[in-house]
């Protein structure tokens, strides 16, 4: 009996003996793990704690217009900025041992793990704010192990690598609080309307208690369940030493007011211009969509609000609600090429197409202003003088025939000058002109002004039948605007990244492309579409404008049988507008074949109404003004019936008077051509006579 106890406890004294090994191996196996899993974490470094965020975009005064991502609201805040009553709700609610722990509650968590056990299923959460911070950076939301074991991974690399105030930070700016608000900004200002760090404590352990379950516990979906959550999280700061019982019970029956309401609903201004800063984002900065979308940058663009409002009302009250016509619109300083206004067709819901940048559309006469510059580098001068009559134009040894036509087929039928024929829209001068340089002078030409789409090398050429862009169009007559100087069409002056770090400042330097001289005489030519003095054979084509301008403007109009444009612009403003169908099919109704003038018009005089009546200036040397008769191109004297103070490159101004009057009043005696009075804004800017 003895033998057998000896024999029993030597085999009990083995067994226990091999257990202590093996569970010493599995010590030390989970030991080398435990430190695998360590080192590996710290080799990997730190985890990016970038999360989306909306961007946003302002216009030129600061005001929000527009922002990202689908219509959730994500924006980053300071720990510093957020309200110490929310910040100490949250974490005695959710981890209460949040600054002592490393990442991990343990006794949370073997409770939690006997409760599954018990159950049999997932079904209590012991998740610590580090845990539940690197969930909303990089997991899923499902309750399945592995997802478990992939959360404490990534909890071990942000405890190892950032303090505790930084994940506190970062927990509060991720969490979701319903109705599309994620982090506490969003949250404070949809339930509450203010900023995260002027909650109350009766605010802070409302909102605390919503990320448990925001369908259940938002005060905007069950008050009840709202102040019962609200009354749980007070009770649980007074346990852990937070606040007094008198002040939780103060809190708790304090009315609060909820709007339930984020203060940037989606935004619906300029909704075609805010599409144009996205593709520059892309284009132009090389961002990549997700970072446009969800990046948390601040655009910062050059959009004036009140320009774009006064364009958008222009358009809708010029353009019948019947009309089929399409619009496109921008508006630029200038100085800078800053887009101030951008309208790309009537309905943005309806058609998302942006006929300001992209359509392709043939510009017409529009075109003829940069024709004639590049005549005034091969001698021709405002005072030049070509026949204006019916021609048929024969090519390739008279097998091929050209015939333009003017409007309503009005001819001259003798010599005009070259001021008069740009304010009367004459195409047989204009094709004359193309004809003389050769067409690859308007070529080259019209890339100096930075239009960049493909001309064809044809006679019509020079009647725009080359397809343009509108913006491109309004940025080629900055150049005119601001003496020679190439601007390209800017949407954005500054972008900063979700830290406020400046990722790009738009700092271009404007670059002399052309001649100051001869962009100042052609600018003052392009003020003779709105001056009675240079009709002739056929009115000016913005006679119908005359009436309704009360500063000076330089522009050019322009037809085909589909396309209606209008472009002119002052020294502080330029624009442009098409109108026409987007299939192309032909403008037929009078009234619409003037809706690009009339929008002109009216946008630039309520976008200038109140500022400074501004003249263009000639430049200090390069040109010289003399009276000319408009209808010859020669000096007139102060008996000249008709005259006009025009400029000419210096150098090239007439030298021969005009003797009409003499040989007039020689014939008839009895009669004086009555003299066209100036409006009053140009008697005061007499283009410095």
């Known amino acids: 009996m003895e033998v057998m106890t000896n024999h029993g406890f030597r085999k009990t004294i083995k067994y226990l003996r091999a257990?202590?090994?093996?569970?010493?191996?599995?010590?030390?196996?989970?030991?080398?793990?435990?430190?695998?899993?360590?080192?590996?974490?710290?080799?990997?470094?730190?985890?990016?704690?970038?999360?989306?965020?909306?961007?946003?975009?302002?216009?030129?005064?600061?005001?929000?217009?527009?922002?990202?991502?689908?219509?959730?609201?994500?924006?980053?805040?300071?720990?510093?900025?957020?309200?110490?009553?929310?910040?100490?709700?949250?974490?005695?609610?959710?981890?209460?041992?949040?600054?002592?722990?490393?990442?991990?509650?343990?006794?949370?968590?073997?409770?939690?793990?006997?409760?599954?056990?018990?159950?049999?299923?997932?079904?209590?959460?012991a998740s610590t704010i580090t845990q539940q911070y690197?969930?909303?950076?990089?997991?899923?939301?499902?309750?399945?192990?592995?997802?478990?074991?992939?959360?404490?991974?990534?909890?071990?690399?942000?405890?190892?690598?950032?303090?505790?105030?930084?994940?506190?930070?970062?927990?509060?700016?991720?969490i979701y609080y319903g109705s599309g608000a994620y982090g506490v900004?969003?949250?404070?200002?949809?339930?509450?309307?203010?900023?995260?760090?002027?909650?109350?404590?009766?605010?802070?352990?409302?909102?605390?208690?919503?990320?448990?379950?925001?369908?259940?516990?938002?005060?905007?979906?069950?008050?009840d369940n709202a102040k019962r959550r609200q009354g749980i999280i007070l009770n649980t700061m007074v346990e852990n030493g937070y606040i007094k019982e008198a002040t939780a019970q103060k809190a708790k029956e304090t009315t609060l007011t909820f709007v339930g309401e984020h203060p940037h609903k989606r935004v619906e201004a300029a909704p075609y211009f805010?599409?144009?800063?996205?593709?520059?984002?892309?284009?132009?900065?090389?961002?990549?969509?997700?970072?446009?979308?969800?990046?948390?940058?601040?655009?910062?663009?050059t959009l004036d609000l009140k320009q774009q409002q006064n364009a958008e009302k222009q358009i809708e009250q010029t353009i019948a609600n019947g009309s089929e016509i399409q619009v496109g619109l921008v508006a630029m300083d200038p100085k800078n090429g800053h887009v101030k206004a951008m309208v790309g067709g009537r309905d943005y819901e309806i058609s998302p197409f942006n006929r300001a940048v992209q359509a392709i559309r043939q510009p017409g006469s529009t075109i003829k202003p940069i024709l004639y510059y590049a005549a005034l580098s091969q001698g021709f001068t405002p005072s030049s003088t070509m026949r204006s009559e019916k021609t048929t134009f024969k090519f390739d040894d008279g097998q091929t025939e050209y015939s333009?036509?003017?409007?309503?087929?009005?001819?001259?039928?003798?010599?005009?000058?070259?001021?008069?024929?740009?304010?009367?829209?004459?195409?047989?001068?204009?094709?004359?002109?193309?004809?003389?340089?050769?067409?690859?002078?308007?070529?080259?030409?019209?890339?100096?002004?930075?239009?960049?789409?493909?001309?064809?090398?044809?006679?019509?050429?020079?009647?725009?039948?080359?397809?343009?862009?509108?913006?491109?169009?309004?940025?080629?007559?900055?150049?005119?605007a601001n003496g020679g100087k190439k601007v390209n069409p800017t949407l954005i002056t500054k972008v900063e990244d979700y830290n406020g770090n400046i990722i790009f400042e738009s700092n271009q330097e404007p670059e002399k492309v052309l001649d100051t001289a001869k962009a100042f005489v052609m600018t003052q030519m392009l003020t003779g579409m709105f001056d009675k003095k240079l009709n002739g054979y056929a009115k000016v084509t913005g006679n119908s404008l005359i009436d309704d301008i009360t500063r000076p403007y330089a522009g050019k109009s322009g037809s085909t049988e589909t396309d209606s444009w209008m472009i002119g612009f002052t020294p502080q403003l330029v624009t442009a507008v098409w109108a026409g169908h987007d299939v192309g099919k032909p403008i037929t109704l009078t009234a619409e074949k003037s809706y690009a003038k009339n929008i002109w018009a009216n946008f630039m005089e309520e976008s200038l109404k109140g500022k400074p009546v501004k003249a263009f200036s000639p430049p200090k040397e390069g040109v010289i003004g003399v009276y000319v008769n408009p209808e010859n191109g020669k000096l007139a004297s102060k008996?000249?019936?008709?005259?006009r103070f025009t400029y000419f490159v210096a150098g090239t101004e007439p030298t021969e008077y005009c003797t009409d009057h003499l040989e007039h009043k020689e014939d008839k005696p009895s009669k004086k051509k009555e003299e066209i009075k100036d409006p009053w804004y140009k008697r005061i800017f007499k283009w410095g006579a």
């Not at 949809?190 to 605010?203: M, Q, T, V, W």
């Not at 008996?639 to 005259?643: E, I, K, T, Y």
Request: aromatic share 10%; charged share 20%; proline share 4%.
């Open 274 to 301: 805010q599409d144009a800063v996205k593709n520059a984002l892309k284009n132009q900065l090389n961002l990549d969509e997700r970072t446009i979308e969800l990046g948390g940058l601040k655009v910062y663009t």
């Open 185 to 223: 900004k969003a949250a404070s200002q949809f339930y509450f309307g203010k900023n995260a760090s002027e909650l109350s404590l009766a605010e802070s352990s409302m909102l605390a208690g919503v990320p448990k379950g925001p369908s259940y516990y938002s005060p905007l979906e069950s008050i």
């Open 404 to 480: 333009p036509h003017n409007f309503n087929n009005k001819y001259a039928d003798g010599e005009i000058t070259l001021a008069q024929a740009l304010a009367v829209s004459d195409n047989i001068y204009a094709v004359k002109t193309h004809l003389f340089m050769g067409a690859e002078t308007l070529i080259n030409t019209v890339k100096k002004f930075g239009i960049s789409t493909k001309m064809d090398n044809v006679p019509s050429l020079a009647l725009g039948t080359s397809g343009v862009r509108v913006i491109d169009m309004a940025n080629a007559y900055s150049l005119f």
């Open 19 to 125: 257990f202590i090994i093996i569970s010493l191996i599995g010590l030390a196996c989970m030991l080398v793990v435990l430190l695998g899993i360590l080192g590996y974490a710290k080799i990997l470094g730190a985890p990016p704690l970038a999360v989306p965020q909306s961007t946003l975009f302002f216009a030129n005064d600061g005001t929000l217009i527009g922002e990202s991502n689908s219509g959730q609201k994500r924006y980053w805040v300071p720990l510093e900025e957020i309200s110490p009553n929310l910040i100490n709700a949250t974490v005695s609610i959710e981890d209460k041992n949040f600054y002592e722990h490393n990442g991990f509650d343990y006794k949370r968590i073997m409770g939690a793990i006997l409760a599954d056990i018990k159950a049999g299923a997932k079904v209590q959460g």
């Open 639 to 643: 008996d000249c019936p008709v005259r």
């Open 134 to 174: 690197a969930r909303n950076l990089f997991l899923e939301h499902d309750k399945t192990w592995s997802r478990k074991l992939h959360e404490a991974f990534y909890a071990i690399r942000i405890e190892m690598n950032y303090s505790k105030e930084e994940i506190l930070e970062g927990y509060l700016n991720t």
